[in-house]
Nanobody
Framework: QVQLVESGGGLVQPGGSLKLSCTAS??????MGWFRQAPGMEREFVAVTSRSSAVTYYGDSVKGRFTISRDNAKSMLYLQMNNLEPEDTAIYYC?????????????????????WGQGTQVTVSS
């Protein structure tokens, strides 16, 4: 059974930091990424990393503030979020694909990911 379980969300003040984690199980996952969805908005791309971690991409709004990483031995995906802004408030979702068979392939498109977690809420507010 495939499972992606996010953790680490919460309430943080502007300028603060949070680290999200995603525990993955049930398959060998290749590209893995983070997406987020604010109320009334489309789910948007945040960051993605290839299985080898050699390839990473970030959404324009988070470049320079967020860092994606993974530990394949532990089946974990992480998102370090620094200098958080109120606009970062959203539900954050972990996403993974298991079909590419590539250690370098990535995509920022939602349709490229078959597996999704249930999400973790991040609220940035003073």
């Amino acid at each position: 059974q495939v499972q992606l379980v996010e953790s680490g969300g919460g309430l943080v003040q502007p300028g603060g930091s949070l680290k999200l984690s995603c525990t993955a199980s049930g398959r060998t996952f290749y590209a893995m990424g983070w997406f987020r969805q604010a109320p009334g908005m489309e789910r948007e791309f945040v960051a993605v990393t290839s299985r080898s971690s050699a390839v990473t991409y970030y959404g324009d709004s988070v470049k320079g503030r967020f860092t994606i990483s993974r530990d394949n031995a532990k089946s974990m995906l992480y998102l370090q979020m620094n200098n958080l802004e109120p606009e970062d408030t959203a539900i954050y979702y972990c996403a993974a694909e298991a079909n590419s068979g590539s250690i370098r392939w990535v995509t920022s498109q939602k349709g490229g990911y078959r597996y999704w977690g249930q999400g973790t809420q991040v609220t940035v507010s003073s």
